[in-house]
């Protein structure tokens, strides 16, 4: 299946909750298929069905250390651990800019697998943190909301400026913005 494009920053559905999955079937292989291709397109970690236009609660990833991509359908955080860390971490739908965001270490979350099996998953730093910025695609929410006041003003007046002259960034432009609102070059 072709690879689907992905929903900027902008764009309502990013802001839409997504609803359960109600039955595993071929049409949802066939939607996980294309969010694979689309995630491999796009060199990223991993795509929640909402980033391309489909407003269900699963998503597809593919970690380093994984050896095949994985679908998590219906999930759901039952266990967010106190201890926190920092992390310069993006977003396929806020391309070219990365924020340093703190974040809960571990947590724990439950949904279930494309054959249906029930899954339940102790995942700690990249994971877990993964799995948090996924689940709040499924609820409508983008990880601008995680951003200091000082590192949200930077990135609004970028995304502004890139929405007055309609140029999408290249990989290589990519910036990270630390919580005092500066702009490190990677
Ligand atoms: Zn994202």
């Known amino acids: 299946m072709a690879a689907f494009t992905i929903r900027t920053y902008g764009d309502p559905v990013l802001r839409h909750p997504a609803t359960d999955v109600t039955e595993i079937d071929g049409a949802l292989r066939q939607l996980v298929d294309g969010m694979i291709d689309t995630m491999y397109d796009a060199a990223g970690l991993a ?4 980033q391309v236009g489909v407003e269900k609660r699963l998503f597809v990833y593919h970690l380093p250390d994984d050896e095949t991509p994985r679908t998590l359908v219906n999930p759901t955080i039952t266990l967010v651990d106190g201890d926190e860390w920092t992390y310069d971490e993006g977003c396929l739908s806020v391309p070219g800019l990365y924020f340093t965001i703190q974040r809960p270490r571990n947590v724990v979350v439950t949904g279930r697998d494309l054959d249906g099996n029930e899954l339940h998953i102790e995942a700690t730093d990249l994971q877990a943190r993964m799995f948090q910025h996924e689940i709040e695609h499924l609820d409508g929410h983008l990880l601008l909301e995680h951003l200091t006041p000082a590192q949200r ?14 140029v999408r960034p290249r990989k290589s432009d990519s910036v990270t913005i ?9």
């Open 153 to 166: 003003k930077t990135a609004m007046r970028i995304l502004r400026d890139r929405q007055v002259t309609d």
């Open 47 to 50: 795509v929640a069905a909402p």
């Open 178 to 186: 630390d919580p005092d609102g500066e702009i490190v070059d990677d």
